[in-house]
């Protein structure tokens, strides 16, 4: 699973997110997932292509699921369930 | 307190609000939107930030106007006020404040609904709240609806025109590295001001 943080320079909240993603997909990645961070000023062309409208927002496996951070209990449920539908 | 200080305050503190870190990849991805659009589409949806920011904050002015008595400052509380605001910038660049943005389109019924333009006209940023408060503060004790509402249209005005051009001329790599430094330093400035203003206020 590819996941991205799109995020901005000096975006305290986006520090935290990654802070967040960092510890789940510690906690229950297990080694299938791998992640980035997109600063959107540096990429703009891809974050429009995806729709962020702003930052933090999270992409997974190239689609926009979350336009701005979401709780850390959706963000673990989102990643559970997408690893056991990988698994199956 | 002047009149003139007012309006000055209300242009300068709305160009800032469009630099902080929280407010500028916002308003970047809109303008870069923007730009690869057909040009009538581009202009409308420019015309919808700039007219709904504009009413947001002037009608928020005025009812501060109508509503709260001008108040009775003393000589250091101002001081004090700027002094924390200033502070807040500063620790907000090394830890995490999770203050919401103010998001007044959550308040109309279908408001998640409404066009994007819309929804970012009728969203004060977290990191711009102490910006529109400063105003804020100076139109109640100015007590006037023709300030309120002069200061109101210089602050989204101001807060719009940057969008503005980058939608309407694109963004340059040199733009580009000119953002990302701003959103690294504005806060450092906003703070800066911050605390001279605190100064100023006690001399």
Known sequence: MKIEVFSSPGCAKCGHAKDVLKKLVGEVGGGRIDWREVNVLDEMDYAVKLGVLSTPAIAVDGKLLFSSLPSEKKLRKLLEQRLREQAT | ?203
């Open chain 2, 1 to 203: 307190m002047t009149a003139a200080a007012l309006v000055l305050a209300a242009a300068l503190l709305g160009l800032l609000a469009f630099f902080e870190p929280c407010t500028i990849a916002t308003h970047t991805l809109f303008s870069a939107r923007a730009y690869a659009r057909p040009w009538p589409v581009c202009c409308r949806e420019l015309l919808a930030l700039w007219v709904t920011r504009s009413l947001l904050v002037t009608g928020l002015l005025m009812v501060a106007v109508l509503l709260t008595p001008p108040p009775v400052w003393g000589a250091v509380l101002p001081s004090v006020i700027l002094a924390a605001m200033a502070s807040v910038y500063i620790v907000s660049r090394f830890v995490y404040l999770p203050v919401p943005h103010l998001e007044f389109h959550r308040l109309v019924p279908g408001g998640l609904r409404l066009p994007a333009a819309v929804q970012l006209g009728l969203t004060l940023p977290a990191c711009t709240l102490p910006l529109f408060v400063i105003v804020f503060g100076m139109v109640i004790t100015l007590d006037s609806y023709a300030l309120a509402v002069a200061s109101g249209l210089l602050f989204a005005g101001l807060f719009t025109l940057p969008t503005a051009v980058a939608a309407v001329t694109g963004l340059s790599a040199g733009g580009q590295r000119f953002l990302k430094a701003s959103a690294l330093a504005t806060s450092y400035l906003t703070a800066g001001l911050l605390y001279a203003a605190a100064a100023y206020l006690l001399l």
